[in-house]
């Protein structure tokens, strides 16, 4: 196993709380499909419109510079084999009382009462034309206060986050196989 094998997210989160990962198989080599990753947009998905609607967050952080402006920042990026983003908050609350933080400072931040989250995506070659794409997403709390409430939070939002990672695959397979055509 080579380094760019080994999950990106281990750097950050060797331990977490919660783990949740999905993959797609792409007929597109690895810069494409990392580069359609990159810009990802999730306009076209009406079920990722509707679950961004109710938990009230914009329409514009349906897209990759969409999703920097509610506070995911990029974490390390390794091009074309994948790249991490972050976000801290209290997601079980209303407004998800987002922190903001600077990235180089993620892996140390110790916010009681704050959950910090990455979100991955990692690109790997199955043949030279065709790449797997997987996205992982770790959260972890950093008391047992705040891990007793996002567990229960995520009881009821984790299936709806896997809704959104799958479309986010299913979105990123189909910009980078039209790539393949154009």
Same mark, same amino acid.
């Given at each position: ?48 419109? +509707? ?8 329409? +514009? ?7 920097? @402006? ?7 990026? @390794? ?46 070659? =199955? ?7 997987? =996205? ?11 891990? @007793? ?25 189909? =910009? ?7």
């Amino acid at each position: 196993m080579t380094p760019t094998d080994l999950p990106f997210v281990d750097e950050f989160f060797s331990t977490y709380d919660v783990e949740s990962q999905h993959s797609i198989e792409v007929a597109a080599p690895m810069h494409v499909v990392y580069e359609a990753a990159r810009t990802l947009d999730l306009s076209g998905s009406w079920i990722v419109r +509707s679950l961004f609607r109710l938990r009230g967050l914009p329409a +514009s952080a349906l897209t990759a510079e969409g999703l920097a @402006r509610i506070r995911f920042k990029p974490l390390l990026e @390794r091009p074309p084999h994948g790249f991490i983003l972050g976000i801290v908050g209290r997601f079980w609350s209303p407004s998800g009382r987002l922190l903001d933080f600077e990235p180089a400072d993620f892996a140390t931040l110790d916010a009681p009462g704050y959950a910090k989250a990455i979100w991955s995506f990692d690109v790997s070659p =199955t043949s030279d034309s065709e790449s797997r794409l997987r =996205t992982v997403t770790r959260v972890l709390c950093p008391d047992e206060a705040t891990r @007793r409430r996002f567990l229960l939070y995520w009881r009821v939002i984790g299936p709806f986050s896997g809704v959104i990672r799958r479309e986010a695959l299913r979105a990123a397979r189909r =910009t980078a196989e039209s790539h393949q055509g154009a």
